[in-house]
């Protein structure tokens, strides 16, 4: 199978499906895995798709996901809807496809297994539990509080400044979490 040109194997990877190229089996896997590497090239082809990684926390995003993905250790500010905010800043030294390149070759990782993960870094959904935005990737990882945070007496600060959780006694200060670098929101729960 080594001897199919490249633009073959472009073309059946434009024609076969992913469900059905997920449920081939090879003996020798020497085409499915080429679908599977040019399934990725078609993915990442479409600017949409093109993954970037965060300058600060090292996390993947595409650019359209930059705008609801919260950085954990990007420079909070408050939007103009009053959310604590923090955005993922672009590393620009990095390079989505040496990065694959370098995992394929390093780990030892099937294209089908690649193009999975990549892929599952180009959705995301809104968490119910938390009103957060994650990666397919990190599904299942929502750490929230069960209760509300309470107003906290306190003389170091401004009256409603200093914040508690009733459910785990947590604490933190509102301009504290807008100086850090860190990420403030963790809950207690998973």
Request: aromatic share 12%; glycine share 2%.
């Given at each position: 199978?080594?001897?199919?040109?490249?633009?073959i194997?472009?073309?059946m990877?434009?024609?076969?499906?992913?469900?059905?190229?997920?449920?081939?089996?090879?003996?020798?896997?020497?085409?499915?895995?080429?679908l599977?590497?040019?399934?990725?090239?078609?993915?990442?082809?479409?600017?949409r798709?093109?993954?970037?990684?965060?300058?600060?926390?090292?996390?993947?995003?595409s650019?359209s996901?930059?705008?609801?993905l919260?950085?954990?250790?990007?420079?909070?500010?408050?939007?103009?809807?009053?959310?604590i905010?923090?955005k993922?800043?672009?590393?620009?030294?990095?390079?989505?496809k040496?990065?694959?390149?370098f995992?394929?070759?390093t780990?030892?990782?099937?294209?089908?297994?690649?193009?999975?993960?990549?892929?599952?870094?180009?959705?995301?959904?809104?968490?119910?539990?938390?009103?957060?935005?994650?990666?397919?990737?990190?599904?299942g990882?929502?750490?929230?509080?069960?209760?509300?945070?309470?107003?906290k007496?306190?003389?170091?600060?401004?009256?409603?400044?200093?914040?508690?959780?009733?459910?785990?006694?947590?604490?933190?200060?509102?301009?504290?979490?807008?100086?850090?670098?860190?990420?403030?929101?963790?809950?207690?729960?998973?």
């Open positions: 199978m080594g001897c199919i040109n490249s633009q194997i472009r073309d990877a434009r024609k076969v499906s992913i469900d059905r190229l997920n449920i081939l089996k090879e003996r020798k896997d020497k085409l499915v895995s080429r599977f590497m040019k399934k990725l090239e078609l993915l990442l082809e479409k600017e798709n093109y993954l970037y990684k965060c300058a600060y926390c090292n996390k993947l995003f650019m996901q930059r705008k609801v919260h950085c954990t250790k990007a420079k909070s500010y408050i939007d103009y809807n009053g959310q905010r923090a993922h800043v672009v590393d620009r030294a990095w390079d989505l040496k990065f694959v390149t995992v394929r070759e780990y030892r990782i099937s294209w089908r297994e690649i193009y999975w993960k990549v892929w599952s870094y180009l959705y995301i959904f809104k968490c119910e539990r938390c009103s957060q935005y994650y990666h397919i990737s990190e599904l990882n929502c750490h929230v509080h069960t209760k509300p945070p309470k107003v007496m306190s003389l170091n600060g401004p009256l409603g400044s200093n914040y508690q959780y009733s459910c785990c006694e947590k604490e933190f200060n509102v301009t504290a979490i807008l100086n850090s670098n860190n990420d403030s929101q963790s809950g207690c729960e998973q």
